[in-house]
């Protein structure tokens, strides 16, 4: 892929036009997607929002299998977001970036991330965002790695980034932090070797 800027990436997502529900909505059930909804169900929750939601897959395979669940997210094309509001009525979507999330304070318990971070390289700022809105947890399906020059290579190899979450959300004051691997049979790369399910609890405050 053409190496670009996280504001290019943005961009390019933000003007896409393609069938947001073939591409996208309609691979609800796939492997990575039952992985989240099941380790949410571990967890002690009833609001969650989705930054980068797109049309809601995540959403509408997390519904299916916990009920009762209040659902929304943001993400920055437009078109995916009247999809997600149109197959989730009365849900709670806005057409906006991970780096100025329009919520308030604490307003949702989990705050979810599905290879959205991935793009960004502020990822500092992207942190302090989501737990800012965050009251409970933080659920990130993204590509990690610990050590620095590796991501750095990743980085220019595939324009990706892949971040090291156990050391950021620690900066952060997020606790106790859990990785959760992908399984190599889920997903091709970079996900087989990189995606991980992160799960960390928001700190108080």
Same mark, same amino acid.
């Given at each position: 892929?053409? #190496? ?24 609800? $059930? ?8 099941? &380790? ?17 897959? $995540? ?17 920055? $094309? ?7 509001? %149109? ?34 390289? $502020? ?11 965050? +009251?409970?947890? &933080?659920? #990130? ?12 290579? #990743?980085? #220019? ?8 979450? +156990? ?17 190599? %049979? ?20």
């Amino acid at each position: 892929m053409r #190496f670009k800027t996280t504001a290019q990436h943005k961009k390019w997502w933000a003007e896409r036009k393609i069938d947001w529900k073939v591409s996208y909505l309609d691979t609800y $059930n796939h492997p990575h997607r039952e992985l989240i909804s099941k &380790v949410l169900s571990g967890m002690n929750w009833t609001s969650l929002f989705e930054v980068g939601c797109g049309p809601g897959a $995540n959403l509408v395979n997390i519904i299916s299998h916990l009920k009762g669940k209040q659902v929304g997210g943001c993400d920055v $094309n437009p078109e995916a977001i009247e999809l997600a509001q %149109e197959t989730f009525k009365g849900g709670h979507f806005k057409v906006n970036s991970a780096e100025d999330i329009m919520m308030s304070d604490k307003s949702t318990d989990v705050v979810l991330t599905d290879m959205v971070l991935i793009y960004v390289g $502020n990822i500092d700022k992207v942190i302090t965002e989501i737990k800012r809105i965050s +009251r409970r947890y &933080v659920v #990130f399906c993204e590509l990690h790695e610990d050590n620095w020059f590796k991501s750095i290579l #990743f980085r #220019f190899k595939t324009g990706y980034y892949a971040h090291n979450y +156990r050391k950021l959300l620690a900066k952060h004051g997020f606790e106790d932090i859990m990785f959760i691997k992908i399984p190599p %049979e889920d997903w091709g790369e970079p996900q087989k070797t990189r995606g991980f399910i992160i799960v960390a609890k928001t700190p108080k405050r």
